[in-house]
């Protein structure tokens, strides 16, 4: 009997010390998805700043038979692949945020 | 302790539950909720106008997608959830909503006509336009003129009163840029648009004289200033933007020549006009945001902040065009990059309040999450 209720406490213990694992690693997720998100959210502001600048010099420089700025229509396809990746690491950490959240300790709030 | 995998998480969850979160939505659905293919759609516009031809292709197709999806979502709600339509068609603060649907078909149909030369999508757009337009006017003032019990004036003007007169320029834009072919008599069809222009304009007088008496003499809370008060600008912007595309109409009109000064003079004072409110109105978002500090959470009617910005370019472009005077070009460049920045980060909002993440998304959690989370925990 003595060695069941060890057994139970044992049990109950572990229970108790994964959860706790468990919740830390989902605040972790969550502090890294927040990172994430706001890294990506930079990102894609600058490409979008980056694109425009470019596609206007591009009409100036055509406007002025190509005196003014030279090559500016090789930054357009990184420009927007800036964007688009700012995008895609919004979305991951999006999603690793709510991935943790979902993992995180309901009785607490997430933001 | 296995971690949740979302998919089992999401086919673990009872989908009672799930189609009464969505049910519950569809619900409350705000009737401007076509702002985001307005706002959309003018920063595509803009955006070809001013060179950034991918950002407007790119764009124009998530509003070919985005457009039948919100007419989908109307027609359910008004189908399941008629009373909910009826009580907003009266509610002074949420019935000009429903003239965004109005606004929304007129930018679709000037973006395929711009981008594609879709002119008979266009013309039938035109038309739905028009009917539209006739629906949502007499509809919502009959059933707000009717109304037994009114708010006061503090509770119930606010900017978006405003989409009224954008709706009714819309009908005029949409007409100039089929180049008012609609009729098979174009002195006739212009006589129209220009009416058009001229009922926005009366419109824009009215209501703004109001928000304007309102805001200088009644209490303005934090509350009060939600993102519709940037329609005032794009109001104006809309009514200078109708007023330049008219100008260069009758140019070549026999009815309508004489009217060309008068209109470009009106055309250059709602420019001018827009222009004036922008600083107010960003020092106001100040005092609100930083001031006050008053959270930047995601909320549907930041659709209606994003197409300003874009009406303002295009309005900007098209003057510069009509007056003939390049230097205005640099403004509408700088109010596009901003009006995409501030779609860009909308539509960040709108993805993450759908996703529960942590930034322009509710300081809740969803109550769908915490539904799973207490499950799982079960």
């Known amino acids: ?111 | 302790m296995k971690s949740l995998n979302l998919a089992e998480t999401f086919k673990n969850t009872n989908r009672f539950e799930i189609a009464s979160f969505l049910k519950a939505r569809l619900a409350t659905m705000h009737p401007s909720y076509f702002a985001l293919s307005m706002a959309t759609g003018i920063v595509a516009i803009a955006g070809h106008l001013l060179g950034l031809d991918e950002m407007a292709i790119l764009l124009t197709w998530i509003n070919i997608i985005i457009f039948p999806i919100l007419w989908v979502l109307l027609i359910a709600r008004i189908i399941i959830f008629p009373k909910n339509v009826i009580d907003d068609l009266t509610n002074h603060g949420r019935a000009p909503g429903f003239f965004t649907v109005v606004v929304s078909t007129s930018v679709l149909g000037t973006q395929v006509e711009l981008l594609y030369k879709w002119v008979a999508v266009a013309e039938f757009l035109w038309w739905a336009n028009l009917i539209l337009w006739l629906i949502c006017t007499y509809l919502v003032f009959m059933m707000l003129t009717i109304r037994k019990q009114k708010p006061t004036l503090g509770e119930g003007i606010n900017g978006g009163w405003m989409i009224s007169v954008v709706a009714t320029q819309s009908v005029c834009i949409l007409g100039c840029s089929l180049d008012a072919n609609m009729f098979g008599n174009r002195e006739m069809a212009l006589f129209v648009l220009m009416c058009f222009w001229l009922f926005g304009i009366m419109l824009y007088l009215w209501i703004s004289a109001l928000i304007f008496y309102r805001y200088m003499f009644f209490s303005l809370s934090t509350g009060d200033l939600m993102p519709p008060y940037w329609i005032n600008m794009g109001a104006a912007a809309i009514t200078s933007l109708a007023g330049a595309l008219i100008a260069q109409a009758v140019k070549s009109s026999l009815l309508l020549a004489h009217f060309h000064s008068f209109i470009l003079g009106l055309t250059i004072f709602f420019w001018a006009t827009a222009s004036w409110w922008i600083p107010l109105l960003l020092i106001l978002g100040v005092w609100k945001h930083y001031t006050r500090r008053v959270p930047i959470i995601y909320d549907p009617l930041y659709w209606g902040l994003v197409f300003p910005f874009g009406m303002y370019s295009r309005s900007t472009f098209q003057l510069a065009r009509a007056l003939e005077v390049p230097f205005l070009l640099g403004i509408s460049k700088v109010a596009v990059v901003a009006a995409i920045i501030v779609w860009f980060v909308t539509f960040l909002g709108l993805s993450g309040w759908l996703l529960g993440t942590p930034f322009f998304a509710r300081k809740q959690q969803s109550s769908l999450i915490t539904k799973v989370k207490n499950k799982q925990e079960a």
């Not at chain 1, 069941?4 to 890294?32: C, P």
């Open chain 1, 1 to 111: 009997m003595k060695a069941l209720d060890l057994s139970k406490e044992k049990i109950a213990t572990n229970t108790i010390k994964t959860k706790t694992e468990q919740y830390a690693g989902a605040q972790e997720q969550m502090k890294l998805g927040k990172r994430l998100v706001i890294g990506g959210f930079i990102l894609s502001i600058m490409g979008i700043i980056a694109y425009c600048v470019t596609n206007f010099n591009m009409t100036l420089n055509q406007k002025y038979h190509g005196i003014l700025v030279d090559n500016s229509g090789a930054l357009l396809i990184p420009t927007l692949a800036t964007i688009g990746i700012g995008t895609l690491v919004w979305l991951i950490g999006s999603f690793i945020h709510l991935k943790g959240a979902m993992n995180s300790d309901p009785s607490k709030t997430d933001f």
